[in-house]
């Protein structure tokens, strides 16, 4: 496997703390994900709500259709599962989903540019990929890649830096 050329270290650097602001704003709504599906999708049956009949921040019941059991979720087509909202006001249970889809394809780019620059193989490049939709595997993932990138660029720039030494000795 390639590695980087030193003249990209200030790059990965840049893309090391891309990745890590990404991997925890994804990491975060990820959690908030999932906490709402588990309110939505369980006998709870509530969506969070800002505004409307409910004031500035409400739960609104969540009416479950007839055809619903609690594996309609799993079925491709629900099974006829109907969950229709009681709530008026900004849905915020949907600005989450939302949200966490457009925060995880800024995540994947973080993830495609250190990946690229660091000459990881492939399986690498999908192992941090599904960081953004594995709950809390994100920061798990990012501890330990910026724990590795900055000891890597740490013992290739000591390296070089004894090399660059040697070969001043040997030019005098």
């Known amino acids: ?7 990209s270290f200030p790059k990965i650097r840049g893309a090391l ?7 925890i704003i994804t990491g975060v709504m990820l959690l908030l994900l999932l906490i709402e599906m ?6 709870i049956h509530v969506e969070l709500f800002a505004g409307g009949s409910g004031g500035l921040l409400w739960f609104a019941p969540v009416i479950v259709g007839d055809g619903c059991q ?15 909202s009681a709530g008026d006001g900004v849905n915020l249970s949907l600005f989450i989903l939302v949200a966490h889809g457009w925060f995880y394809v800024v995540y994947l780019f973080s993830v495609f540019r250190l990946w690229s ?9 999908i192992t941090l990929a599904l960081g953004g939709v594995i709950p809390a595997l994100s920061f798990i ?20 830096a004894a090399e660059a030494s040697e070969n001043q000795e040997a030019a005098r």
């Open 141 to 160: 993932m990012e501890a330990k890649v910026s724990r590795e990138v900055k000891a890597y660029l740490a013992s290739r720039e000591a390296a070089l």
């Open 70 to 84: 609690w594996f309609s979720l799993f079925v491709p087509g629900g099974m006829g599962c109907d969950l229709v």
């Open 38 to 43: 588990i309110l939505k999708y369980s006998p």
């Open 117 to 125: 620059l660091m000459r990881w193989p492939f399986s690498r490049f």
């Open 1 to 7: 496997m390639p590695e980087p050329k030193a003249a």
């Open 17 to 23: 703390k891309f990745y890590q602001i990404a991997s």
